[in-house]
């Protein structure tokens, strides 16, 4: 939907919009403001189509699928009954709450139909994702993504991430692209890229291609190939460095690379990606860098391959591992 063009009219007839304005839910939210975030001067428009759909607000209601199930029971069971003949069409009082009804139920149908696809990864896998649009996701263990209805056909593709990803975006037409974390939007017309969302802060590697990063408190920037944008409440503003990019994609390979990075980095990854629990007798461990690559293919033998590098004793317990 090319909600860039609309004007305070078509805002108001528009479903979602209409949906996000009576009940917002924390997904409605966040793509609105994102949006009003990339075309400010569409605010003034969006608050006066807000105000009049306040005005002559009517409760709206989603069914379920109890609620259809039970209803199309009940039309069956009309259908075999025996027809009782009541004058009610010449009540106009009957045509407009029938109206209501009508409009109510469909629009409950339409939003059902419109749910977004979800895709969610548990700890350990990792799934690859053909999206309609002919883009590719490899989602990472430990992560969700969850699809705009209707991209293939939309002016805007979207995606929201909580967790990571490796995007190898498809171009289609010059029709933007745009990941939504917590933290920043990624827009891109067609190019690969990592982004990680998790511990309220948002990475963003560009492999090739372009992308340009948004969020609420900074300038947009630019990427080009090998930057690594950093987004974070604490860090102010977007923190940007150049990087092997290839260096933090190869979880996509079940392997995890050392270089410049600490023990606490590396255990923060194994909690977050594989739900492990790793403690340290010795704190100073945790500041230590490391280099090389190790296989994650096999938690135990990465652990241990990790004690061996450490020179230190692992011990396995219920919850997870205990170097000393």
Known sequence: MDYASFKVEEFCKDTDFIHWVISPTEESNQFWNSFIALHPNKSKEINIATEYIKT??????????NDLT??????LEDIDSPIVVVNWWSRPAYWATAAVVLMVFSFGIFLWNQKPTSYQTAYGEVQKISLPDGSIVTLNANSTLKLAPNMKNEAMREVWLDGEAYFDIAKLNGVKFIVHTRE???????????????????????????????????????????DMATVSEKIQPIQLKMVQPDQYDVWRESVVVLDDRTISEIVEMMEDTYGIVIQF????LLSKKLTGKLSLKSTDDFIENLSIILDVEVEKTEKGYVFK
């Open 184 to 226: 920043a939007q990624v827009e891109v017309l067609g190019t690969e890229f990592n982004v990680s969302t998790r511990r309220k802060q948002t990475k963003v590697i560009l492999h090739e291609g372009k992308v340009k990063l948004h969020t609420s408190n900074a300038q947009p920037i630019l990427m080009k190939p090998g």
């Open 70 to 75: 039970n209803l199309k029971k009940r039309i």
């Open 281 to 284: 007798e010795n704190p100073r």
């Open 56 to 65: 002559f607000h009517f409760q709206e209601f989603e069914p379920t699928i």
